[in-house]
């Protein structure tokens, strides 16, 4: 079913993080005409140099504010004459919601209850037949799979981490506004990203990170963990698809089918970063450090994408070799970027995070 009008008044939350960013500036070069308003609370993992070169947009509005924030959310709404909210914001590191579980379920849960409930009295204020409420979710909620197999969106839920824990209570919380109250809401659920603007706290960008300073590679247990992992330009345009032809209610699972063991990205990045920073050969593996497991650490994620390639006919159009490649030269040629995110408050998430590790 098509949407009864194209979405083009947005209410993006989390838009100075790494996928937001993204999505936010391509969401804006393809659809001229058409407006984004940003609510983010600029916590240590939203940074406004990811929007550089959109700030003096008409365009584009940016709003420091929290998600949980009932009155600004409906204001927002209202002054904006909003069409649809595209959900990031959240807390979305597994580490760090095992260190300290409870601003996950303040911002990812509770949050996103407040979202909801302010996007359908929004909603059901007056007549708005193209409105949508897209909330962005992750395959972490299928829990984890053994050597073979799919997470389909029929997967039942399983998650286990806190982080994914608090991702799978807000998913249920959008169904149950759609099985409720009528509310037009969608969800996508992508495996893991990797591109342009990720916080060094996530694998890529922490490998990249450490290799150019010459630290420890941290791996995880045994580096046989399988991820499957996506470009997040696919990610965004993924996402566009789904709000602007998804039908209202449904669930759509995002992946490129590119698994890969952690130990196996480990030693590509240390390659691809040997022959870039004029190192000797296997230089940078003498880097890799095998540390203490994750607890709770899911084995394998591997997306099964069938619905939305058939439904919307989307498909990836980055291949992983090329993404690979111009995420790493897009990480050495923002140093400055790098430096700017890593100081301060990273230094002391990295010390207690691996001090006893590495
Ligand atoms: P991120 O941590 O880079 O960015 C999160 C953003 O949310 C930041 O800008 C932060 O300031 C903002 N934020 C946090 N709490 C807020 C609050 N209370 N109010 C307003 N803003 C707040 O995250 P990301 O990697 O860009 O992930 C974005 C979304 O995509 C998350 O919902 C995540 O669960 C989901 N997701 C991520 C991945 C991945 O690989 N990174 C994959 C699938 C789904
Ligand atoms: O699958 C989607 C999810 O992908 C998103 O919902 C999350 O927001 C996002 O953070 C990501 O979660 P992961 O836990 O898979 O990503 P992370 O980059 O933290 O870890 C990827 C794999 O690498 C995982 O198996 C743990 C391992 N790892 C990670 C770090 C940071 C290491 O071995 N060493 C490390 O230092």
Same mark, same amino acid.
């Given at each position: 079913?098509?949407? %009864?009008?194209? %979405?083009?008044?947005?209410?993006?939350?989390?838009?100075?993080?790494?996928?937001?960013?993204? !999505?936010?500036?391509?969401?804006?070069?393809?659809?001229?005409?058409?407006?984004? /308003?940003?609510?983010? $609370?600029?916590?240590?993992?939203?940074?406004?140099?990811? =929007?550089?070169?959109?700030?003096?947009?008409?365009?584009?509005?940016?709003?420091?504010?929290?998600?949980?924030?009932?009155? =600004?959310?409906?204001?927002?709404? &209202?002054?904006?004459?909003?069409?649809?909210?595209?959900? !990031?914001?959240?807390?979305?590191?597994?580490?760090?919601?095992?260190?300290?579980?409870?601003?996950?379920?303040?911002?990812?849960?509770?949050?996103?209850?407040? =979202?909801?409930?302010?996007?359908?009295?929004?909603?059901?204020?007056?007549?708005?037949?193209?409105?949508?409420?897209?909330?962005?979710?992750?395959?972490?909620?299928?829990?984890?799979?053994?050597?073979?197999?799919?997470?389909?969106?029929?997967?039942?839920?399983?998650?286990?981490?806190?982080?994914?824990?608090?991702?799978?209570?807000?998913?249920?919380?959008?169904?149950?506004?759609?099985?409720?109250?009528?509310?037009?809401? =969608?969800?996508?659920?992508?495996?893991?990203?990797?591109?342009?603007?990720?916080?060094?706290? &996530?694998?890529? %960008?922490?490998?990249?990170?450490?290799? /150019?300073?010459?630290?420890?590679?941290?791996?995880?247990?045994?580096?046989? *963990?399988?991820?499957?992992?996506?470009?997040?330009?696919?990610?965004?345009?993924?996402?566009?698809?789904?709000?602007?032809?998804?039908? %209202?209610?449904?669930? !759509?699972?995002?992946?490129?089918?590119?698994?890969?063991? *952690?130990?196996?990205? /480990?030693? $590509?990045?240390?390659? $691809?970063?040997?022959?870039?920073?004029?190192?000797?050969?296997?230089?940078?593996?003498?880097?890799?450090?095998?540390?203490?497991?994750?607890?709770?650490?899911?084995?394998?994620?591997?997306?099964?994408?069938?619905?939305?390639?058939?439904?919307?006919?989307?498909?990836?159009?980055?291949?992983?070799?090329?993404?690979?490649?111009?995420?790493?030269?897009?990480? $050495?040629?923002?140093?400055?970027?790098?430096?700017?995110?890593?100081?301060?408050?990273?230094?002391?998430?990295?010390?207690?995070?691996?001090?006893?590790?590495?």
């Amino acid at each position: 079913m098509t949407a %009864p009008s194209t %979405p083009c008044a947005l209410l993006v939350t989390g838009g100075a993080g790494f996928i937001g960013a993204n !999505f936010i500036h391509s969401f804006l070069a393809a659809n001229p005409g058409c407006r984004v /308003v940003n609510l983010d $609370l600029l916590t240590y993992a939203g940074n406004l140099e990811n =929007l550089k070169g959109i700030e003096g947009n008409p365009s584009y509005r940016f709003v420091r504010g929290n998600i949980g924030d009932a009155a =600004l959310v409906a204001n927002l709404l &209202k002054e904006e004459s909003i069409d649809a909210v595209v959900h !990031f914001a959240a807390e979305s590191h597994v580490d760090r919601s095992i260190s300290g579980p409870e601003i996950f379920i303040r911002t990812n849960v509770l949050g996103t209850q407040v =979202l909801l409930e302010e996007s359908r009295k929004h909603w059901q204020s007056e007549a708005r037949p193209g409105f949508r409420y897209l909330q962005v979710s992750t395959d972490e909620v299928y829990g984890s799979l053994g050597a073979t197999g799919f997470f389909t969106e029929e997967t039942p839920l399983a998650a286990n981490s806190p982080y994914s824990a608090s991702k799978a209570g807000a998913d249920l919380l959008v169904r149950a506004y759609h099985e409720t109250y009528g509310m037009p809401v =969608l969800t996508t659920r992508c495996s893991n990203n990797y591109g342009p603007y990720q916080f060094p706290e &996530k694998l890529i %960008p922490l490998l990249i990170h450490n290799i /150019v300073a010459r630290k420890p590679l941290p791996v995880y247990g045994d580096g046989q *963990n399988v991820r499957d992992w996506l470009h997040v330009r696919d990610h965004a345009e993924a996402i566009e698809q789904v709000l602007k032809r998804g039908e %209202p209610g449904q669930v !759509f699972n995002i992946g490129g089918n590119n698994e890969w063991k *952690n130990i196996d990205i /480990v030693n $590509l990045v240390c390659d $691809l970063l040997d022959e870039r920073l004029g190192r000797a050969d296997g230089e940078n593996r003498g880097l890799i450090t095998f540390v203490k497991d994750r607890p709770g650490h899911d084995r394998r994620y591997a997306i099964d994408a069938a619905k939305i390639r058939a439904v919307l006919g989307w498909e990836p159009s980055y291949t992983f070799e090329r993404g690979i490649a111009e995420t790493i030269d897009w990480y $050495l040629a923002n140093q400055e970027w790098v430096a700017d995110v890593t100081s301060g408050a990273y230094r002391d998430y990295y010390s207690s995070q691996y001090g006893e590790r590495v």
